[in-house]
C-alpha cells in the first residue's frame, strides 16, 4: 500500500499577535483524513475547520514561534508560524 503523500499552502506564516490565519493541506494518497497539532498552544492553537478536515484554522493567543503540524496516516508535513506584537 502506498504512504499517502501531504503538503501544506505555506511552510512559513507570520503573523500579528489577536489575528488568525488559515493553512490547507492537499493529501494524495489512501488516508483523506488530516488532523493538526501545534508545537506551542501558549502561541497558537490549531484546529480543522468544521466539515473540512483539510483546512485547519490557526487561533493566535500569544507573541513568540510555534511549528503547526499536519498528518495524515503515517505522514507529516510542517508549517513554521512567527507571531509578532499587534502594533
Partial sequence: VKE???KLSNKKIEVKNGNSKTLKATVDGPSKKVSWSSSD???ATV???TGDNKTAVITI???GTATITATAGNVTATASLTVAAAS
Fill in 4 to 6: 499517502p503523500t501531504i
Fill in 41 to 43: 498552544t501558549s502561541v
Fill in 47 to 49: 484546529a480543522a475547520k
Fill in 61 to 63: 493567543v500569544g507573541d
